[in-house]
């Protein structure tokens, strides 16, 4: 999920691929389906929407047969692979069971239990059917722990498809010189403005900022929201120092603190980005690499806080479809393999080797890089500086980035046609090699010109 949609993406400089059958069923989707797909991101433009058919391991095939490595894996979810069978074998087994009944399963306390083993900051849970869903219910948690109804977020933070977080850090227009802060908007029409009232916006790693938030607004926030490492905004990093220094600073106002882990959960460490980090938040969410694609997510904290979903008086959470034991047994199979084996250390090399390549292809065609955030869900920005917040990315030439990333689905390769959507790596990807993988993107770079 890219912070900004950018509708009829331009071709890139040298089309190879055919994409006819891709075409003519866009036709026939866009007659009974607004843009012809399910999810605004997906429409690449009329010529360029992609169809699939099947998913394997780390690859991808659309309509018309081209196969792709695929670096989006579903904007996250796919932590394993396409089709694994550890956890395909497990979600058979959930469909077994019969369906939804409106009453609770073993199943439940089995994956909670696991999910509280593996997080450190997981005492209770919850479970949802997307991120969205969890992040709203975390911000109800938390308006009713602190009694009060604002909240704070990251520039260039994604929490989902619910108005009060549909805002958007508009990074495009932003003067670095002007002084001024970038103007935060709606996600598009149909948002209420009353919800802009309800939020902050505050620079990443800029723990003074907040701080003077906090001091002049403290008394209306009840909760600070992000990702620790920005899933959504070039995977740029916090500082473990500003992450402390916000733990304690939402410790000294009264605010609950919310880390948003729909992408970094169970993907850049078994206990997620707060295990890294070793700072724990109050309350957290869960999603994508939780079950390997199956739906489900989670809301999970401290007992103190998740104590608050405590019947018709209390915080009310739930829906007909959650807890479904499909998403259950999948997200068994997919914790325990996680918790189990060393997956995850094998994603995360695969993909430093693959960055390896990369470097040195960036490196050759003279073009100043850096990667930023974790292995498993790495960007690549185009200037010499780690970055320290998305206002970093307005100096950065993702102009070039973006021709790069429009050009490579001619060459096989599929990474989100943004510069801010992170590459994703599942444990499938060993099986493919990195040089091979950065040879395409010099081929790529050959055609630029650069
Ligand atoms: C950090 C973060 N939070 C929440 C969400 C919303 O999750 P979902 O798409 O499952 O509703 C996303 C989706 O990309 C996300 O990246």
């Not at 550890?86 to 073993?106: C, N, P, S």
């Not at 009694?147 to 933070?157: K, N, P, Y």
């Not at 209420?192 to 209306?220: C, K, M, T, Y």
């Amino acid at each position: 999920m890219a912070t900004a949609p950018k509708l009829d993406l331009p071709p890139p400089a040298r089309p190879t691929r055919k994409l006819g059958r891709s075409q003519a069923q866009h036709r026939r989707a866009a007659k009974t389906l607004p843009l012809g797909v399910s999810d605004t991101y997906r429409y690449w433009g009329d010529a360029q929407t992609l169809y699939v058919t099947r998913a394997k391991g780390a690859q991808l095939w659309d309509l018309d047969g081209n196969c792709y490595v695929d670096f989006r894996l579903g904007w996250g979810p796919i932590i394993l692979g396409y089709g694994d069978e550890r956890v395909d074998a497990a979600a058979r087994k959930g469909i077994e069971m019969g369906g939804v009944t409106a009453l609770a399963t073993a199943l439940e306390a089995e994956v909670a239990e696991l999910m509280v083993a593996m997080v450190p900051g997981v005492e209770q849970v919850r479970f949802a059917n997307s991120g969205s869903e969890a992040v709203a219910t975390a911000l109800r948690v938390a308006r009713a722990v602190s009694g009060r109804d604002g909240f704070v977020m990251i520039e260039g933070a994604f929490h989902g498809m619910f108005d009060s977080v549909l805002w958007r850090t508009q990074m495009e227009s932003w003067d670095p010189k002007s002084g001024q802060a970038p103007v935060v908007a709606p996600f598009g029409r149909g948002i209420p403005v009353a919800h802009r009232d309800l939020i902050g916006v505050v620079p990443l790693n800029d723990a003074d900022a907040l701080r003077d938030l906090f001091r002049q607004e403290g008394s209306r926030i009840g909760a600070f929201i992000l990702e620790p490492i920005l899933g959504n905004c070039c995977s740029i990093p916090a500082t473990q120092a500003y992450l402390k220094d916000v733990r304690a600073l939402c410790d000294e106002y009264g605010i609950v603190l919310i880390f948003d882990e729909v992408k970094t959960g169970f993907r850049v460490a078994r206990g997620g980005a707060q295990e890294l980090y070793g700072v724990l938040p109050d309350l957290c969410t869960f999603a994508k690499a939780m079950a390997n694609g199956y739906p489900i997510a989670a809301l999970g904290g401290r007992r103190a806080f998740m104590s608050a979903i405590s019947g018709f008086d209390g915080v009310l959470h739930g829906g007909t479809f959650t807890g479904h034991p499909i998403g259950l047994a999948a997200a068994e199979a997919t914790l325990r393999v996680l918790k189990e084996t060393d997956a995850l250390q094998q994603i995360a090399d695969w993909g430093r080797k693959l960055q390896g390549e990369l470097a040195g292809v960036f490196a050759k065609a003279g073009i100043p890089h850096i990667f930023t955030g974790h292995p498993s869900m790495f960007g690549i920005m185009f200037r010499e500086k780690a970055p320290r917040s998305y206002r970093d990315w307005a100096g950065s030439d993702h102009d070039l980035y973006d021709s790069i990333a429009r050009a490579l689905p001619d060459y096989g390769l599929l990474p989100e046609p943004d510069s801010r959507e992170p590459w994703f790596v599942c444990q499938a990807h060993n099986e493919l090699d990195p040089e091979e993988i950065a040879g395409k993107v010099a081929e790529v770079i050959a055609t630029l010109g650069r």
